[in-house]
């Protein structure tokens, strides 16, 4: 694992379009809105953007955010998003490995809690979370806003 650079932009957006829901959504022909965000998030001292590598190819990466707080007695989270694992790579205990050095991370950082959100229709997901011992504890609600770009 390692942080993402700007030369692994292609091959990061590849792995967010490799499912029904993220060929739906995302353009991986034009790579011009994910520089942006990806600059952002580089420059984000409380983001990483990492990747697994194997071979010289990345072939997984997560987004893991800290996010200061009150609760807790004012600890820290940390915010595992976009979890992805290159299909060649599934079922090889990848992403597992991924989770656990980002849960690693965090405990590194002070973090007091690991959260995750996952699409409510990736049943195989919940499985693969609650393997890893987290827990369904909360229901998540999400609003989509206009692209501000559009």
Known sequence: MRRARPDD??????LLADDVRGAARETPGDLAPYREAFARIDADPRTLLAVAVGGG??????QLTYLPGLSHRGGTRA????????AGERGRGLGGRMVAWAVEQARSHGC?????????????AHRFYTRLGFSASHVGFKLALEDPRA
């Open 112 to 124: 007091r809690m690991v959260q995750l959100t996952s699409d409510a229709a990736r049943a195989d």
């Open 9 to 14: 932009l292609a091959a990061l957006v590849g």
């Open 57 to 62: 190819t990345v072939i997984g990466t997560l």
């Open 79 to 86: 915010q595992i998003e976009a979890v992805r694992v290159a």
